[in-house]
């Protein structure tokens, strides 16, 4: 018997032989009183008014672009490096354009989402190792700060030495290497950083992936690099860009299919149905085309530049196709509460029933 059998009703005596009547109330009462009645009939969760349980961020497509150009000039990054240290010329330099075009590009985008420079500045102020947005920060600082020198030295190289640098141009020469070498550190953690920042987030879908997606980044930001040189480069330097292709298409699909495979299946739907999954679907596609082009016929000028444009369309696809996904996750609270219900079970069914309120895995 438990210490609240006293708070239960009466229950009126049995006629011996007799049955007991039932009311009609389509509730069951229990019967004897010898274990426990359900009072009340098993609740479906609706959210309070329709609203979203998790408030959507307030991001625009702005940052979704910052997602994918991060990703070009990361790729780009490490490409300018494996150039620069085998003699590929062209690569060299095209990777480093590409690089810094990318990075300013995505700086903008990034400033038009804050709604003001002197946001992103307050962000330099600080350096929190524990957040994402700050430790981000500083790492687009600093590749910028590196494929900038190496990507100006390439300008004054391709103007003959008409830029008015002056004195400084002795120091653009000697930090010229270094410095492209130094950007090439900061490369893949630029490319990945915005995917641990999504999954660092409350947002349903988002945070189900924190444990793969960034894998997918990393492969995403191979393609985009690999299919921007293989755009903007002449064929006979363009072997490296050619491999990276190659192998960013089987690091994306693989990554991509075991990310969804450890995702909660309510928590995945976003990445399948509506916009984003069609954004998602064409990707795989114009992946495994540019892939195969790049592969098969890259010494063509022709099939190397549309295997380019393929894979480039197909690395901002996943950026958008992830980040909209997120997005529509945080609109409808069956992507926060059934998962949250199902992770509850599971810690039940594991014996861990003295915290049954922390539900996050």
Do not use: C
């Given at each position: 018997?438990?210490?609240?059998?006293?708070?239960?009703?009466?229950?009126?005596p049995?006629?011996?032989?007799?049955?007991r009547?039932r009311?009609?109330t389509?509730?069951?009462?229990g019967?004897?009183?010898?274990?426990?009645?359900?009072?009340?009939?098993?609740?479906?969760?609706?959210?309070?008014?329709?609203?979203?349980?998790?408030?959507?961020?307030?991001?625009?497509?702005?940052?979704?672009?910052?997602?994918?150009?991060?990703?070009?000039?990361?790729?780009?990054?490490?490409?300018?490096?494996?150039?620069?240290l085998?003699?590929?010329?062209?690569?060299?330099?095209?990777?480093?354009?590409?690089?810094?075009?990318?990075?300013?590009?995505?700086?903008?985008a990034?400033?038009?989402?804050?709604?003001?420079?002197?946001?992103?500045?307050?962000?330099?102020?600080?350096?929190?190792?524990?957040?994402?947005?700050?430790?981000?920060?500083?790492i687009?600082?600093?590749?910028?700060?590196?494929?900038?020198?190496?990507?100006?030295?390439?300008?004054d190289?391709?103007?003959?030495?008409?830029?008015?640098?002056g004195?400084?141009r002795?120091?653009?020469?000697?930090?010229?290497?270094?410095?492209?070498?130094?950007?090439?550190?900061f490369?893949a953690?630029?490319?990945?950083?915005?995917?641990?920042?999504?999954?660092?987030?409350?947002t349903?879908?988002?945070?189900?992936?924190?444990?793969?997606?960034?894998?997918?980044?990393?492969?995403?930001?191979?393609?985009?690099?690999s299919?921007?040189?293989?755009?903007t480069?002449?064929?006979?330097?363009?072997?490296?860009?050619?491999t990276l292709?190659?192998?960013g298409?089987?690091?994306?699909?693989?990554?991509?299919?075991?990310?969804?495979?450890?995702?909660?299946?309510?928590?995945?739907?976003?990445l399948?149905?509506?916009?984003?999954?069609?954004?998602?679907?064409?990707?795989?596609?114009?992946?495994?085309?540019?892939?195969?082009?790049?592969l098969?016929?890259?010494?063509n000028?022709?099939?190397?530049?549309?295997?380019?444009?393929?894979?480039?369309?197909a690395?901002?696809?996943?950026?958008?196709?992830?980040?909209?996904?997120?997005?529509?996750?945080?609109?409808?609270?069956?992507?926060?509460?059934?998962?949250?219900?199902?992770?509850?079970?599971?810690?039940?069914?594991?014996?861990?029933?003295?915290?049954?309120?922390t539900?996050?895995?």
């Open positions: 018997m438990s210490d609240y059998d006293s708070f239960r009703p009466p229950e009126p049995r006629k011996p032989g007799g049955k009547r009311r009609r389509g509730i069951d009462t019967g004897d009183g010898a274990r426990e009645m359900t009072l009340v009939p098993e609740a479906e969760f609706t959210s309070y008014y329709g609203r979203p349980v998790v408030k959507p961020p307030p991001w625009g497509h702005e940052v979704a672009a910052y997602l994918f150009l991060g990703g070009v000039a990361g790729g780009s990054g490490l490409l300018a490096a494996g150039a620069q085998t003699g590929r010329k062209a690569l060299r330099r095209n990777a480093r354009l590409g690089a810094l075009g990318a990075v300013g590009l995505g700086a903008v990034l400033v038009a989402d804050l709604g003001r420079p002197d946001r992103f500045y307050n962000m330099m102020r600080t350096f929190k190792v524990t957040s994402p947005m700050s430790v981000g920060s500083w687009l600082s600093a590749y910028s700060g590196g494929i900038g020198v190496a990507a100006v030295a390439e300008i190289r391709m103007t003959g030495e008409r830029l008015p640098l004195p400084l002795r120091v653009l020469q000697f930090a010229e290497a270094p410095a492209g070498l130094a950007g090439a550190v490369a953690p630029l490319a990945v950083y915005t995917a641990v920042l999504l999954g660092d987030t409350a349903p879908t988002w945070n189900a992936t924190h444990r793969d997606l960034p894998f997918v980044f990393v492969s995403s930001a191979s393609l985009a690099a299919g921007l040189a293989l755009v480069t002449p064929v006979a330097e363009t072997g490296p860009a050619r292709a190659a192998l298409v089987v690091g994306d699909l693989t990554a991509m299919k075991l990310m969804e495979r450890r995702m909660d299946p309510v928590a995945a739907e976003p399948h149905h509506g916009h984003p999954g069609e954004m998602l679907k064409w990707s795989e596609r114009l992946a495994v085309a540019g892939g195969l082009g790049a098969i016929g890259g010494r000028r022709l099939v190397a530049a549309l295997s380019g444009l393929a894979l480039l369309a690395s901002a696809l996943t950026r958008f196709g992830v980040f909209e996904a997120g997005i529509e996750s945080a609109k409808d609270p069956r992507y926060t509460i059934e998962p949250q219900k199902r992770r509850l079970a599971e810690r039940r069914a594991a014996g861990e029933t003295g915290d049954s309120i539900t996050a895995g």
